[in-house]
């Protein structure tokens, strides 16, 4: 005798029906690097290049410019001229600097750090904010 896994005799289970819904995509910008950012990465630990580079992707093609509780406009000017910081992995120990180009639909990464303690190291060396 074949049980039926659940409590719920086999004979009484109705098929299931699966709707899928496909959104229409919104505006996508394109993400653009400044050289430097290169050697502010290699700067990191490379376990988390990874997840650096699908965080830039995923919070920033999008809606780079929406306020959320890890993404924020600066308040004051930083030397590199970044208006916008995300704060993401363990501990939200990093922290990616950009401006976002409305006009060419552009987000320019400026600048990716690593923050230890109270001190924010962007290609291994102290900034202050």
């Known amino acids: 005798m074949i049980r039926p896994v659940s409590s719920i005799p086999i ?7 699966i709707i899928m819904v496909t959104m229409p995509q919104g505006k996508r910008f394109l993400l653009v690097y400044a050289p430097i950012v290169k050697q ?18 995923t ?17 004051r000017p930083v030397t590199f001229g970044a208006k916008w910081e995300i704060r993401f992995g363990p501990h939200n120990r990093f922290r990616v600097f950009y401006k976002v180009n409305y ?16 001190q924010l190291l962007i290609g291994g060396e102290e900034v202050a904010l």
Do not use: F
Request: proline fraction near 5%.
């Open 11 to 17: 004979d009484i289970v109705q098929p299931m029906t």
């Open 40 to 57: 502010h990465v290699k700067a990191i630990d490379r376990k988390y290049h990874a997840l650096i580079k699908e965080t830039i992707e």
């Open 59 to 75: 919070q920033l093609e999008a809606e780079p410019d929406v306020e959320t509780r890890n993404r924020k406009p600066l308040k």
């Open 103 to 118: 006009d060419d639909e552009q987000v320019e990464i400026l600048a990716v750090g690593e923050k230890e303690g109270s």
